[in-house]
């Protein structure tokens, strides 16, 4: 006899936002980067770390009281390398660290350019060291397609990108809805930013395989933002095509 499915976590109780049964998402203070959690049977997701030490063990503290049980936190999944996203993963220690294949290199010789963006945007100067000094590179990399069963969930890690970097990573969900964490690929809450790491004439096509992922049914998860739709996300395409267009 088969034992019985895991309760779903009370994602409202805890002031995390319910996005399907076993998916949830936080939107955090500062530079609303969105963090989430899939919450399988024996394992469990933590997407981004947070933008600091504390920021990351305060994520890793609430997925255990989320999760009950005595259960944790047991792989990391980092969208891409910038600081709001990275610097809190020295606080999963002993956690499966996933990233798209060639974010470790970037991280090695990144971490003072991380620190020093970290501090540019506002980060105590201490706090940033700290978290640069200890950062965690993923040990996983992912260079197509990598599926992480969770027990009564099954969770699909893509290499999305290169757009708003040049290693953007995409995890999806399935179920009813299906559901993508989209990385800042995807924003809502202002103009997708491109920085120096950006790689603009391959950014509709990232986006092309996040839609391909999902569907126009599924819900999509911005790096910062509210929730949106696939028709969304086909219009951020149009735009960055436009707004990136050679020749």
């Given amino acids: 006899m088969n034992a019985p499915a895991t309760p779903a976590p009370d994602w409202r109780a805890a002031g995390w936002e319910r996005l399907a049964p076993r998916v949830g998402r936080r939107r955090l203070p500062v530079w609303d980067c ?15 770390a947070g933008s600091s030490l504390r920021e990351g063990a305060e994520l890793r503290a609430e997925a255990r009281r989320l999760l009950g049980g005595g259960r944790r936190v047991t792989h990391l999944a980092l969208t891409h390398p910038h600081f709001d996203h990275v610097l809190g993963a020295a606080a999963f220690a002993g956690v499966e660290v996933f990233g798209a294949a060639g974010v470790d290199a970037v991280l ?15 980060l105590d100067g ?3 060291a700290e978290a640069a000094d200890l950062l965690v590179r993923p040990r996983h990399l992912v260079g197509g397609e990598w599926t992480l069963d ?12 290169p757009g708003h970097t040049g290693h953007d990573l995409a995890v999806l969900v399935p179920g009813e809805p299906d ?3 989209c990385g800042d690929l995807v924003e809502e809450s202002g103009e997708p930013q491109a920085g120096p790491d950006a790689v603009p004439g391959r950014w509709p096509a990232a ?17 910062h933002g509210a929730v949106v739709d696939g028709a969304f996300v086909r219009a951020q395409r149009e735009e960055l095509a436009r707004r990136f267009a050679t020749g």
Avoid: C, K, S
Wanted: proline share 2%; no cysteine; charged share 25%.
């Fill in 126 to 128: 201490r706090a940033a």
């Fill in 207 to 223: 986006l092309d395989r996040l839609l391909a992922l999902g569907g126009e049914d599924a819900v999509y998860v911005p790096g």
């Fill in 179 to 181: 559901v993508v964490f």
């Fill in 34 to 48: 969105t963090a989430g959690l899939v919450a399988g049977d024996d394992a469990a997701l933590m997407i981004e």
């Fill in 108 to 122: 090695d010789r990144g971490r003072d350019e991380l620190r020093a963006d970290a501090v540019a945007h506002g």
């Fill in 150 to 161: 969770l027990g009564g969930v099954q969770v699909l890690l893509a290499n999305a990108g």
